[in-house]
């Protein structure tokens, strides 16, 4: 027990001293947070009249990013499977860092579904027990009780893990498998449940398609890892750990193989849509070439495309695959597109247009932006807490037995080199 | 590093493949297909019972409006006058617009007993039971005027109910209903503006 | 006034020891609620309108789980709050549904003239939001030939704005809920807010619904709407004669719809647009009478229902007279 209150002195220590980088970093993300609070504070008072969001399109960004940061909750299960199924040691090094990344990406799913909600104060509702949940006919329901068991798995995961490596004790074993293995259907599920969310609706042809898991689950696959390549490079050269090339490597190739998956999903979907030319079609009518010169989405579908069309061929060629440069321009590149292909491809052009034909075109207003923009800024604290308690327990030596951290304590940066202190 | 807690670095790699994985993805990511029919409660769940519904209560034929005394009893101009049976252009009565098939005026109103209609045997037909002429014509209507589905009725689904004769909604002389101007139309949906919404601030759209 | 005798009435239907058990539950979740986040949610939740903001209110459990002291209790405080509110006496009704109802619709396309009456009608019947505006009913305007051939509805016009309607080559489809049989707005919700009355009406418990707006995509018909911010009823004009699940004023951020006018037709009446329409195309009645006007025209009429492919089932048929 005593440990345990030693390990929570010792995080919250990590998380509130630094260098001044370090806060001059907190200070930045702290601006980003109050610009979303007082967007929230401008949504709070008038209501959910200062979005654009309107009857007939009652989802805008918020559920867009909240499709797209699902996947890239993947990022734990990316590493999950090489790291601990194939025991791959690079990979292994790093899967803590993919888990602080899904933790980040699931909290903000949950910021944005609250900021969504007219009525946040009521999400108990939502909860078994005390509300009275539709399960499991209701999607939605369904995805809150599985992305938040997926939190509270990576949230036990991670501060297990850390704990053990703080107390310097090999972790129970079974016990650490067993939740890192129950990990990877956990991330599978979250993902399929966020895409049943859309494609189980009938009223929407856009979305009514079988294919929606798989492209849900490859996007995911896309999107996750390469956020993580982006982070590791810069947590490399910010916070001077050592990662192994191998791993990066060995994440972008897997990564290419799943954006080539997802491309082929992607174009079978447009094939089907455009060469069968129902009334549904419509919908990827209006994301490719717009309706009528309501062409608000058709730069946003194209760039989207082009990006991951791009991204797929420099990372196929191994030649420029292995550039660093070109590997990090690609990974932003996979990222940016999947989060056009998800975050606006997916939601907006399934209520182009609405049920009975009525055309909004919806495009976000500064509230939302500035919404986003806080609730980004939040994911990116709580990265960055986390990381900032689990490098220095991951990427150092054993500490020593009469509590190296104890020694620490006092002068945190001379002791032993501390990765985060910059 | 890190995998400080694993066994030793040497001992052999598991051969063992963790089958059950694929069970649990099949487990967890199959929704359980949920039907309507649950979310329904029985009645006898329900706190908020019903009070019991009246019986089908006899049916009030709202009364035709009135005819514009200026012109009615007709009898106060045609009185003893001789009606002339030729189809023509009539100098009176140019208000009138006949719109009703091929019908002219003598077909329906009386020639002799100018107050009142007839039907095509020559019987008389009283004004307020015009009713009894129109369906001459129009009998395929009556059985679905009796049970409500042509023409208007208020009132009560179950319990007193207010039908309506032909001419209450439709004018003898031409039947077919007239245009209306209609309500005006809904405010299509519309990103937010401050100025003309109803939130106040200054605040300004702009679109990303 | 009809509330309190449909309390004595309930009162005397339900057993003790049904009443005794729900009351437990309902206790139980309020005090787990209450434990656990009074405070957090009080702070996340504190509502637009800080004066109404009522912890009885916020704990309030799911309208069919309430025993009856606390359905009393809630319709008290409900038409106090209204009242207040809109100066004259409001009250709430809860009358439940008829073992032997099942309430079915008809629509007479070939009259509808797309005069809209019926919209207003609503509007003024059941307190729909004037600003922003909100309306149930929405009369789509097809050329003729479109109908015919197929209602594609990407075709319809909703906007049209005529001298005279109708105008000449066209035809109207007027679209509100269709109270589907199978209604997909109900296997979405993830709260049960939203759920299918016996006598077949989809209600909405507006204390209950979170806003998530599922069920506006899930709908195939457009009839669900949210208030995207405090809806405003100008208090003359507001109707006094409400429903819990049906007519009552809306908070901010809850979906509504139409429920057939739950108000009237409980207690027998015709819906308003019924009422309203001039030409009489509106046609309502119970699906298990057959001497009512809607099995008579089911059994007479060609008729058809929107988007049948998708199998929701309406009750709402549109036919041909």
Redesign the interface.
Known sequence: MKSVMAFTFYAVRKMLLGGSAYYLWLACLGVLIAVGISGYH?Q????????????????GIFIGTYAFLVGVAAAAMALAVPGY?Y?W?PI?????LGEIIAISAVIMCILF??A???????????LP??????????????N?M?LNGYLVLNIVIVSYFLY??YV??????VL?MTLM??S???A??IH??TA??FN?????PYWNSAILVPRFIATALCAGPALMVLAFQILRKVAKINIEDEALNKIVEMMVIVLFVNLLLFFAEVVTEFRSAT?HT?HMQYYFTGIGGHVGLVTWAWSGAACNITAFFLLLIPKTRKNRIIMNLSCALVFVGVFIEKGIGLVLP??T??????L?E??????E?MIAIGIVGVGMLVFTLLSRVAIPL??SE?LDDNGGITATRGEPDSYRPDPMGI | MLARGSKPRNAPPRRRRPRWIAVGIVLLATPLLGSGKWARPENDDLHYPSRPLGPDAEATLLPPPPIDDEYFPCGDCHEGEPADPERRELDEHDYIELKHGDLWCLDCHDTMERDLLHLSDASPVKMEESWRLCTRCHAKKIPDWRAGVHGKRTGNWRGAKEYRTCVVCHDPHSPLFKPLQPKPPPIPAAPFNPSAGAASEEVSHEGL | MKGSEQKKNTEVTQTKKQAKMQDSRSVSRRNFMKAAGVGAGALIGLPRDADAFDLEEYFQDHFTELSPEEIERTIERLERKYSKKYGKAVTVDTTGPNDDVLFGYGLDISRCIGCRRCVYGCVEENNQSRDPQIHWIRVLEFDNDEVIRNINFDEGDPFYDHEEAPAPGKSYLPIACQQCENPECVKACPTTATWQEPDGIVVIDYDWCIGCRYCIAACPYGARHFNWTEPEIPADEMNPNTHYLGNRPRPHGVVEKCTWCIQRTRHGRYPACVEACPVGARKFGNLLDPDSEIRYLMEHKRTFVLKAEIDTKPKFFYFYG
Do not use: Q
């Open positions: 401008e709070f008072v008038h209501g959910h009249i200062v979005t654009n969001m309107r009857d007939p399109v009652p989802w199924v025991h040691k292994k090094d790093i899967v803590v579904v609250m969504d909600l007219g009525h946040p104060e009521r999400f108990w509702h939502l027990i005390v509300g009275k949940p539709n399960l499991p006919s209701s999607m939605i329901g369904m809150v599985i053990c490596s310097d004790r090999p972790y129970n074993k650490f293995l129950l990877i259907p956990a599978i599920s399929t449940t049943f969310i189980v609706l009938p009223a929407r009334a419509i399934g209520f247009p609405g049920t009975l034909g009525e909004y919806y495009s976000p207003s500064r509230v932006v991951t990427f054993p």
